[in-house]
């Protein structure tokens, strides 16, 4: 830290530093969170989905491949992929039936393909779980907690076939996957662990990742991603478009509140 720095930061403990200004600092944190791209999910512009797709589309990454939108639940992403006239194959994963049942319906408007199965680092039989009496949430989790823990709900479970990316990207003789989107409520490491296979042959050439308070539950850290991830370069969304991450900084990447995450193959 340099001398005006140091200098800086001692006369803000010395002012701002105390009990009597405690709300006052913790509600600075939280702006300053939404400054750097955390907690804006009110739409896709202060999300930062609508610039990524410009970008995307500007350095001609929807020029080949697929897109696998996993955790897809009814569509909305897709739906807005093909609204920004996005128009590769979209493979839209979705396991909840009731969810599933939505999905089915957008996909048949708006041209993009729905996939009855979770994605997961193994090929089973699994169970998800939802509000009780309110299925097809976009909250729905591999873990429990999700529901019973942070929603403070009743859960039900549900029985899922789960794939891999790999087996999948086999299965439908897919070459390239333009862009990978996982929002899966913390299992996001788990569906990436059955895609490695397709990473280290360079298929993917770039993946979306939310990350948010459910890998605390999932026990998954911003750093397994990067050490999952070393042939990538991480960005995190902002309104205005990614801004880089750089080095590893733990104050910095480990931050469990809700972000869009960008890796681009290097």
């Keep these: 830290m340099n001398p005006v720095s140091t200098i800086f930061k001692d006369v ?55 897109i696998l939108d996993v955790g897809a639940n009814v569509g909305n992403y897709s739906v807005m992929l093909r609204r920004q006239q996005v128009s590769l194959p979209i493979y839209a994963f979705e396991p909840h039936p009731k969810a599933f049942n939505k999905l089915q319906d957008a996909a048949a408007i708006h041209h993009f393909i729905p996939v009855k199965r979770g994605a997961g680092d193994k090929v089973s039989q699994a169970v998800i779980y939802d509000y009780a009496g309110n299925g097809g949430s976009e909250h729905a989790s591999m873990y429990k907690e999700v529901i019973t823990g942070f929603r403070d709900s009743a859960a039900e479970e549900l029985p899922i076939d789960i794939t891999t990316i790999d087996e999948f990207i ?7 996957v333009a862009l990978l989107k996982i929002d899966t409520e913390g299992h996001e490491l788990n569906v990436l662990r059955g895609a490695m296979q397709s990473i280290q042959q360079r298929k993917v050439k770039v993946i979306q990742i939310e990350f948010n308070e459910m890998n605390v539950i999932s026990r998954t850290f911003f750093k397994d991603f990067i050490d999952l991830l070393p042939a990538y370069s991480f960005y995190r969304m902002l309104p205005d478009g990614l801004m880089p991450l ?11 509140a809700f972000q869009n995450i960008v890796a681009i193959l290097k």
């Design 170 to 176: 086999a299965e439908n003789n897919i070459s390239e």
């Design 12 to 66: 803000y403990v010395f002012v701002f530093a105390r009990k009597a200004l405690y709300r006052f600092n913790l509600l600075m944190y939280k702006l300053s969170m939404r400054g750097i791209g955390i907690m804006n999910h009110e739409n896709d512009r202060v999300s930062g989905e609508e610039a990524f797709v410009k970008y995307m589309k500007k350095h001609h990454y929807f020029n080949s491949g697929a």
């Design 246 to 256: 750089g080095n590893y900084n733990v104050a910095a990447f480990e931050i469990f």
